[in-house]
């Protein structure tokens, strides 16, 4: 009893205020349950948790980078339920990124973000502060709003670039990027599979029997457009285009099989991938990201083949009936029909848009919705109208001014990436990914052209990220091809064994 009473006594001299803190929690929780509701009673229980996750996070900052690239491309399952808008988790995390990586000031390798896409953000950016003061509907100025609008249209592009630019600084890192980024392509395809075969899981019929029926449930039932782990379809089909674009260039170019057949397998898999999404804009998107690499490849020797190919491809699409019997297929070759009434009814609600919006030269509000203008307004079939795509979504909130900002920058970061791929690489493989990043980037931006995906989880993260790293390649390309060529030799030496151990056995 002693000992038990010592040990008591022991316990609560060392541990006596977190027990105390932990009960003061336990309090609070049970407090908030019974006033606010079960998310404020989450939200309580889930802070020692943060708090651990913080404290960890100064000791492994790239357990942290690892966790935004998951939490990132799963965010958007139908199974995954927060009490807390759905950007904040993305949004923490990359601002704990950046204040990790300033406390640690002495590994800040800031100099590799000072280039010509740090300067268009600032650009796009700044112009999105200054639409803060946009009053076109003479309603006031709605700082809530424009600071919710903001976030997804510019803000979550520069935490995306910095983040990018200051955690991905060597090649392991890089390489270990791209497997994961493949792994969470893969369990995507593997996941529009599971759906196709085995069938929705709850939370994904409710979806799509409510919200996504119309988009998604088509010709009286007979068409289902999936969406595996994304927000809708075509979020879906768009980011497995690019994605596959990149995988594989990134395939074609690398001088490790292990890597080049990991790659090649990623790559046929999100080319798959899209078809069952039902994403017409997919196939446009799949066909841009592969001209592009035509001309970066800078070699005749690839460009003749994938031309080759891409054409015979289009061909089959276009001229022939080859794959009919799949639903899907039928619906990706109405892509190519130019008296499609769906792509007629878009350009017609374009039409209308202008008249509203020739008015609105800055447009007409970021983040403003139906809620927000009042009915009788003359911009409130604006704020109420779906946008088509996120370039329309742009045109609506800043107007012909803010698009054409926009499209600026875009073009520039674009171009200043295919200039570090044509003329400051000299290593082939590298070269490769970061024509790959290009393309990829290209395929996403025709996407966003003809849908609302180039903001969407995983979307901006991956292929804003993903152009970022083409910025960053040069820095430690001596390091990139010692680590090939070491990875190149392990490789022969393998090869050489194999040869000797098949001949001693021939004797």
């Known amino acids: 009893m002693n000992i038990s009473r010592t040990n008591y006594r022991s316990y609560v001299d060392h541990n006596g205020g977190r027990v105390l803190l932990l009960f003061l929690l336990f309090l609070l929780a049970i407090y908030e349950f019974a006033t606010a509701g079960f998310n404020a009673f989450a939200i309580v229980c889930i802070l020692p948790v943060i708090a651990l996750f913080i404290i960890a996070a100064f000791r492994y900052r790239m357990f942290v980078f690892w966790v935004l690239i998951f939490v990132n491309y799963l965010i958007q399952m139908k199974d995954i339920s927060l009490p807390i808008p759905m950007s904040l988790p993305n949004e923490l995390l990359e601002i704990l990124l950046l204040a990790l990586a300033i406390i640690d000031a002495k590994e800040l390798k800031a100099e590799r973000a000072g280039n010509i896409m740090l300067y268009m953000l600032i650009i796009w950016c700044g112009f999105i502060i200054i639409e803060v003061l946009n009053d076109t509907c003479n309603i006031g100025i709605n700082f809530a ?17 910095l983040v990018f630019s200051l955690y991905i600084t060597n090649p392991k890192v890089l390489i270990q990027y791209i497997f994961i980024w493949g792994g969470l392509a893969f369990f995507a395809c593997f996941w529009v599979w599971k759906q196709q075969y085995f069938g929705f899981t709850t939370a994904e019929n409710a979806w799509i029997n409510t919200i996504g029926h119309s988009t ?11 969406f595996s782990i994304f927000s809708d379809a075509a979020n879906y089909g768009i980011g497995m285009a690019a994605t596959s674009v990149a995988f594989i260039i990134f395939a074609i170019t690398s001088r490790i099989w292990k890597h080049k057949l990991l790659f090649f397998v990623i790559g046929l898999a999100t080319f798959w991938a899209m078809f069952p999404s039902g994403t017409r804009t997919a196939i446009f998107c799949f066909f841009a990201g592969a001209i592009v690499y035509i001309f970066l490849s800078k070699s005749f020797k690839i460009a003749v083949p994938v031309t080759i190919f891409f054409a015979a491809f289009v061909f089959i699409l276009v001229f022939t009936n ?8 039928r619906r990706m070759r109405t892509a190519f029909d130019r008296n499609d009434a769906s792509a007629g009814a878009r350009a017609a609600n374009q039409e209308a848009m202008k008249k509203y919006m020739a008015e609105a030269p800055w447009g007409i509000g970021i983040g403003l919705g139906r809620e927000d203008v009042p009915a009788n307004n003359k911009f409130a079939v604006m704020a109420a109208v779906p946008p088509d795509s996120e370039y329309v979504n742009i045109w609506i909130r800043t107007g012909i001014i ?34 790959g990043m290009c393309c990829a980037f290209v395929a996403i931006q025709l996407g966003g052209y ?3 995906v180039l903001m969407q989880f995983p979307n901006c993260l991956v292929f804003y990220g993903g152009l970022t790293l083409v910025y960053g390649l040069p820095f430690y390309e001596k390091e990139w091809i010692a680590y090939e060529e070491g990875l190149f030799a392990k490789q022969e030496e393998r090869k050489r064994l194999k040869l000797e151990k098949k001949k001693a056995s021939r004797v």
């Open 216 to 226: 998604h449930i088509l010709n009286a039932g007979t068409l289902i457009r999936y």
């Open 145 to 161: 709003a424009w600071y919710t609008g903001a976030r997804a249209m510019a803000f979550q592009i520069m935490y995306c670039f």
């Open 322 to 329: 080859i794959g009919n019997s799949y639903q899907q297929i």
């Open 402 to 435: 803010g698009i054409t900002v926009f499209l600026i920058t875009m073009v520039f970061m674009f171009a200043g990436a295919c200039w570090v791929v044509l003329f400051k690489l000299k290593s082939p493989s590298l070269r490769g990914i970061g024509a």
């Open 450 to 452: 003809g849908n609302q």
